[in-house]
Nanobody, 124 residues
Framework: QVQLVESGGGLVQAGGSLRLSCAASGRAFSWYAMGWFRQAPGKEREFVAAISRSGGNTAYADSVKGRFTISRNNAERTLYLQMNSLKPEDTAVYYC?????????????????WGQGTQVTVSS
Protein backbone atom coordinates (compact mmCIF):
# COMPACT_ATOMS: atom_id res chain seq x y z
CA GLN A 1 0.00 0.00 0.00
CA VAL A 2 1.06 3.53 -0.79
CA GLN A 3 -0.72 6.60 0.51
CA LEU A 4 -0.43 9.76 -1.58
CA VAL A 5 -1.30 13.30 -0.51
CA GLU A 6 -1.17 16.20 -2.95
CA SER A 7 -0.70 19.84 -2.01
CA GLY A 8 0.17 23.15 -3.61
CA GLY A 9 -2.92 23.83 -5.66
CA GLY A 10 -4.68 27.17 -5.67
CA LEU A 11 -5.87 30.14 -7.70
CA VAL A 12 -3.38 31.83 -10.03
CA GLN A 13 -3.60 34.28 -12.91
CA ALA A 14 -2.80 33.21 -16.44
CA GLY A 15 0.95 33.27 -17.00
CA GLY A 16 1.66 32.48 -13.38
CA SER A 17 3.26 29.47 -11.75
CA LEU A 18 2.43 26.83 -9.18
CA ARG A 19 4.37 23.91 -7.73
CA LEU A 20 2.42 20.83 -6.78
CA SER A 21 3.77 18.29 -4.32
CA CYS A 22 2.76 14.71 -3.65
CA ALA A 23 3.92 13.18 -0.38
CA ALA A 24 4.06 9.39 -0.25
CA SER A 25 3.92 7.06 2.72
CA GLY A 26 3.74 3.31 3.07
CA ARG A 27 5.75 1.05 0.80
CA ALA A 28 9.03 2.17 -0.74
CA PHE A 29 8.43 5.22 -2.88
CA SER A 30 11.28 4.32 -5.22
CA TRP A 31 9.51 1.09 -6.25
CA TYR A 32 6.97 3.08 -8.25
CA ALA A 33 6.93 5.08 -11.41
CA MET A 34 4.88 8.16 -10.68
CA GLY A 35 2.47 10.24 -12.69
CA TRP A 36 0.39 13.38 -12.61
CA PHE A 37 -3.10 13.42 -14.11
CA ARG A 38 -5.80 16.06 -14.18
CA GLN A 39 -9.54 16.15 -14.55
CA ALA A 40 -11.60 19.18 -15.50
CA PRO A 41 -15.37 19.32 -14.88
CA GLY A 42 -17.25 17.22 -17.41
CA LYS A 43 -14.07 15.77 -18.88
CA GLU A 44 -12.19 12.51 -18.53
CA ARG A 45 -9.07 12.22 -16.45
CA GLU A 46 -6.07 12.97 -18.65
CA PHE A 47 -2.37 12.28 -18.47
CA VAL A 48 -0.12 15.23 -17.66
CA ALA A 49 3.36 13.88 -16.88
CA ALA A 50 5.19 10.81 -15.60
CA ILE A 51 8.59 9.93 -14.23
CA SER A 52 10.48 6.67 -13.89
CA ARG A 53 11.45 5.07 -10.58
CA SER A 54 14.91 6.60 -10.60
CA GLY A 55 13.81 9.89 -12.10
CA GLY A 56 15.97 9.37 -15.14
CA ASN A 57 13.12 9.26 -17.64
CA THR A 58 10.15 11.57 -17.99
CA ALA A 59 7.17 11.97 -20.29
CA TYR A 60 4.74 14.82 -20.86
CA ALA A 61 1.45 15.45 -22.56
CA ASP A 62 1.87 17.66 -25.61
CA SER A 63 -0.38 20.28 -24.01
CA VAL A 64 2.08 20.88 -21.14
CA LYS A 65 5.43 20.13 -22.77
CA GLY A 66 7.85 23.01 -22.25
CA ARG A 67 5.73 24.52 -19.47
CA PHE A 68 5.53 21.79 -16.82
CA THR A 69 8.36 19.85 -15.19
CA ILE A 70 7.96 16.64 -13.21
CA SER A 71 10.57 15.62 -10.66
CA ARG A 72 10.95 13.41 -7.63
CA ASN A 73 13.03 13.12 -4.49
CA ASN A 74 13.13 9.48 -3.46
CA ALA A 75 14.90 10.22 -0.19
CA GLU A 76 12.10 12.59 0.79
CA ARG A 77 9.42 10.36 -0.79
CA THR A 78 7.98 13.31 -2.67
CA LEU A 79 6.85 13.93 -6.24
CA TYR A 80 6.69 17.41 -7.72
CA LEU A 81 5.07 19.17 -10.66
CA GLN A 82 6.40 22.63 -11.47
CA MET A 83 3.83 24.42 -13.60
CA ASN A 84 4.84 27.60 -15.42
CA SER A 85 3.08 29.82 -17.95
CA LEU A 86 -0.26 28.55 -16.74
CA LYS A 87 -3.31 28.90 -18.96
CA PRO A 88 -7.03 28.89 -18.12
CA GLU A 89 -7.31 25.51 -19.85
CA ASP A 90 -4.97 24.08 -17.20
CA THR A 91 -7.76 24.49 -14.65
CA ALA A 92 -8.55 21.07 -13.19
CA VAL A 93 -8.16 18.83 -10.18
CA TYR A 94 -4.63 17.43 -10.29
CA TYR A 95 -3.92 13.92 -9.04
CA CYS A 96 -0.68 12.10 -8.40
CA UNK A 97 -0.55 8.35 -8.91
CA UNK A 98 1.84 5.45 -8.36
CA UNK A 99 2.47 2.70 -10.89
CA UNK A 100 4.19 -0.53 -9.82
CA UNK A 101 4.39 -1.78 -13.40
CA UNK A 102 6.02 1.27 -14.89
CA UNK A 103 5.20 0.48 -18.51
CA UNK A 104 2.17 2.42 -19.74
CA UNK A 105 2.57 5.80 -18.15
CA UNK A 106 -0.21 7.61 -19.97
CA UNK A 107 -3.05 5.23 -19.08
CA UNK A 108 -4.83 5.94 -15.77
CA UNK A 109 -5.92 2.32 -15.26
CA UNK A 110 -2.27 1.24 -15.18
CA UNK A 111 -1.74 3.09 -11.91
CA UNK A 112 -2.23 1.30 -8.61
CA UNK A 113 -2.61 4.13 -6.11
CA TRP A 114 -4.06 7.63 -6.29
CA GLY A 115 -4.10 10.72 -4.15
CA GLN A 116 -7.23 12.70 -3.35
CA GLY A 117 -6.39 15.54 -5.73
CA THR A 118 -5.66 19.24 -5.44
CA GLN A 119 -7.57 21.99 -7.26
CA VAL A 120 -5.73 24.28 -9.67
CA THR A 121 -7.66 27.26 -11.01
CA VAL A 122 -6.15 29.60 -13.58
CA SER A 123 -7.99 32.86 -14.16
CA SER A 124 -7.81 34.77 -17.43
Amino acid sequence: QVQLVESGGGLVQAGGSLRLSCAASGRAFSWYAMGWFRQAPGKEREFVAAISRSGGNTAYADSVKGRFTISRNNAERTLYLQMNSLKPEDTAVYYCAADSGGSSWTIPTEYDYWGQGTQVTVSS
